[in-house]
């Protein structure tokens, strides 16, 4: 066991959904590796919930070969598998009629002791039903929680709507709403390099900080998930979640302790202060973009009409927007973001761009002066980089030159990154909220959003077409050089 793991009480996880995509990919890796972690203390158990009609051995299977695809070499151990494998359980239940919950009921009842946590991995059209079975079962004790997953509505209507749903059956504190952004490493250290530094906050404001630039670019296009993310496109599926949740992090005050209200006060000021954008100025501040057939990662790939089989859709791939902070620390100091799926790599990274220097005592032969810049990755190859100026080592006279002090986080501890769901799995256990979504977070994020979808459907914005595997389309980099700046290219 890792001398930095602290055990959780014993808890039964009821996963709905515990066979479908998210149970498979992160949900039952996730518990494993928290297993050899030695964070698990028994009698913990997993309960797989779906209306397939499955029983325990046949889950277990499905988990086993789970863990075979997406375990890493060398994290596939045969005798902690086998442990695993037998906390699991299933029950067949139908979200929709009685059917399953007597059993559900009774095999939760050996565990009333212990931490109960109901896993919505499921599609929000049932969330009600679960979650009013869940009541009028008696499945509730006195130390249960629900976890739900995205999309938690697709404007501010229905996000209320699913709120006072679940809120009908759960209390704030009992509500888990995950945005696996926030339990990423690199999310986290953000906070420890703004917080646990005196060096940077004196300098975290609009006299110092020129522009920030949010950026989350994914190679990959679909997956699969044509139905859903048509309905969705980037700016539900990936702005108004991670990437808002990003910027709070980025440029919330301190809060006066990490601890979840104090955090979340101060991230639901941000959303309150974001400038809106509209009718007015939504053709100023945001692009959006759809990929065409081009080349990805592995070659040659479709666009994105030709993946979805329908060439009507004007769905948006790509987005990116010119936000603003209207408050005294930010007043003028822009935040660029971006996301797209199919762009040129995987990259996703905040970079904090500085004012450059008053006046520059150096004459020309000694280069060009550049703003200093800090580059936070995200992912891959989390880290951080500070680049200054420094003098070019050795004879020659004064030249300058730009250089990253560089840190990455794996290079230098030597550690293996859980993944983001490890972390909040065990915080559901711990409840310890910081890292989940209030409800009005939720719904301050789209009181934001919403507007700008208005806007895009009056005006009929167009979606600019864009190659996959590249950067998005041309009117993006427009975006940022009208105002004399370029995006950070990762290097
Ligand atoms: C999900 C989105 O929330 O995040 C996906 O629905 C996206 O469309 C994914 O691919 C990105 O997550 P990550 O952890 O791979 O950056």
């Given at each position: 066991?890792?001398?930095?793991?602290?055990?959780?009480?014993?808890?039964d996880?009821?996963?709905?959904?515990?066979?479908?995509?998210?149970?498979?990919?992160?949900l039952l890796?996730?518990?494993?590796?928290?297993?050899?972690?030695?964070?698990?203390?028994?009698?913990?158990?997993?309960?797989?919930?779906?209306?397939?009609a499955?029983?325990?051995?046949?889950?277990?299977?499905?988990?086993?070969?789970?863990?075979?695809?997406?375990l890493?070499?060398?994290?596939?151990?045969?005798?902690?598998?086998?442990?695993?494998?037998?906390r699991?359980?299933?029950?067949s239940?139908?979200?929709?009629?009685?059917?399953?919950?007597?059993?559900m009921a009774?095999?939760?009842?050996s565990?009333?002791a212990?931490?109960?946590a109901?896993?919505?991995?499921?599609?929000?059209?049932?969330?009600?039903?679960?979650?009013?079975?869940?009541?009028s079962h008696?499945?509730?004790t006195?130390?249960?929680?629900?976890?739900?997953?995205?999309?938690?509505?697709?404007?501010?209507?229905s996000?209320q709507?699913?709120?006072?749903?679940i809120?009908?059956?759960?209390?704030?504190?009992?509500?888990?709403?995950?945005?696996?952004?926030?339990?990423?490493?690199?999310?986290?250290?953000?906070?420890?390099?703004?917080?646990?530094?005196?060096?940077?906050e004196?300098?975290?404001?609009?006299?110092h900080?020129?522009?920030?630039?949010?950026?989350?670019?994914?190679?990959v296009?679909?997956?699969?998930?044509?139905?859903?993310y048509d309905?969705?496109?980037?700016?539900?599926?990936?702005?108004?979640?991670?990437?808002?949740?990003?910027?709070?992090?980025?440029?919330m005050?301190?809060?006066?302790?990490?601890?979840?209200?104090?955090?979340?006060?101060?991230?639901?000021?941000v959303?309150r202060?974001?400038?809106?954008?509209?009718?007015?100025?939504?053709?100023?501040?945001?692009v959006?973009?759809?990929?065409?057939?081009?080349?990805?990662?592995g070659?040659?790939?479709?666009?994105?009409?030709?993946?979805?089989?329908?060439?009507n859709?004007?769905?948006?791939?790509?987005?990116?927007?010119?936000?603003?902070?209207?408050?005294w620390?930010?007043?003028?100091?822009?935040?660029?973001?971006?996301?797209?799926?199919?762009?040129?790599?995987?990259?996703?990274?905040?970079?904090?761009?500085?004012?450059?220097?008053?006046?520059?005592?150096?004459?020309?032969?000694?280069?060009?002066?550049?703003a200093?810049?800090?580059?936070?990755?995200?992912?891959?190859?989390e880290?951080?980089?500070?680049?200054?100026?420094?003098?070019?080592?050795?004879?020659?006279?004064?030249?300058?030159?730009?250089v990253?002090?560089?840190m990455?986080?794996?290079?230098?501890f030597?550690?293996?990154?859980p993944?983001?769901?490890?972390?909040?799995?065990?915080?559901?256990i711990r409840?310890?909220?910081?890292?989940?979504?209030?409800?009005?977070?939720?719904?301050?994020?789209?009181?934001?959003i919403?507007?700008?979808?208005?806007?895009w459907?009056?005006?009929?914005q167009?979606?600019?077409?864009?190659t996959a595997?590249?950067?998005?389309?041309?009117?993006?980099?427009?975006?940022?050089?009208?105002?004399?700046?370029?995006?950070?290219?990762?290097?």
């Amino acid at each position: 066991m890792s001398s930095q793991t602290i055990p959780v009480e014993p808890f039964d996880y009821v996963v709905f959904g515990g066979t479908g995509d998210l149970s498979e990919r992160k949900l039952l890796p996730a518990l494993y590796h928290r297993q050899i972690a030695g964070q698990l203390s028994e009698p913990t158990r997993i309960i797989g919930a779906s209306r397939a009609a499955l029983d325990d051995k046949s889950f277990r299977e499905f988990a086993a070969e789970a863990l075979s695809r997406h375990l890493r070499e060398g994290e596939h151990d045969a005798q902690e598998v086998d442990r695993f494998l037998n906390r699991l359980h299933y029950v067949s239940v139908d979200a929709r009629s009685d059917r399953g919950w007597d059993d559900m009921a009774k095999l939760l009842s050996s565990g009333e002791a212990q931490v109960r946590a109901f896993y919505l991995a499921v599609s929000p059209s049932i969330f009600g039903d679960i979650c009013g079975q869940i009541r009028s079962h008696g499945l509730m004790t006195e130390n249960t929680r629900i976890v739900v997953e995205k999309p938690i509505g697709r404007d501010l209507a229905s996000a209320q709507v699913l709120n006072d749903t679940i809120g009908q059956a759960f209390s704030e504190d009992e509500i888990f709403r995950i945005d696996h952004y926030l339990g990423k490493e690199t999310v986290q250290n953000l906070m420890a390099l703004r917080f646990a530094n005196a060096l940077y906050e004196p300098l975290w404001n609009s006299a110092h900080i020129d522009h920030i630039q949010i950026t989350v670019a994914e190679s990959v296009g679909l997956e699969g998930r044509t139905t859903y993310y048509d309905r969705a496109g980037a700016l539900r599926d990936m702005v108004q979640n991670h990437m808002l949740q990003l910027l709070c992090l980025v440029a919330m005050e301190a809060p006066p302790s990490a601890d979840a209200e104090a955090v979340r006060d101060e991230k639901l000021k941000v959303l309150r202060a974001l400038s809106p954008i509209d009718g007015e100025n939504a053709a100023m501040r945001t692009v959006r973009g759809q990929y065409r057939a081009g080349a990805s990662v592995g070659g040659a790939v479709d666009g994105y009409l030709e993946e979805l089989g329908d060439e009507n859709s004007t769905t948006e791939t790509f987005v990116a927007i010119k936000a603003e902070i209207e408050n005294w620390r930010w007043a003028g100091v822009p935040f660029y973001l971006r996301t797209g799926k199919r762009m040129a790599e995987r990259v996703s990274e905040i970079v904090i761009n500085f004012k450059p220097i008053p006046h520059s005592i150096f004459d020309k032969s000694a280069g060009h002066v550049i703003a200093n810049q800090l580059v936070i990755r995200l992912q891959p190859g989390e880290g951080v980089k500070q680049w200054i100026m420094i003098k070019d080592p050795g004879p020659g006279g004064m030249r300058l030159r730009h250089v990253p002090l560089d840190m990455s986080f794996a290079e230098s501890f030597g550690v293996r990154n859980p993944d983001a769901y490890e972390r909040l799995l065990m915080d559901v256990i711990r409840c310890n909220q910081t890292l989940f979504m209030r409800r009005d977070e939720v719904e301050a994020a789209w009181q934001w959003i919403d507007p700008i979808l208005t806007a895009w459907e009056e005006s009929e914005q167009p979606c600019h077409g864009y190659t996959a595997g590249t950067s998005g389309p041309a009117q993006a980099i427009a975006l940022i050089e009208r105002d004399g700046r370029t995006w950070h290219e990762s290097h």
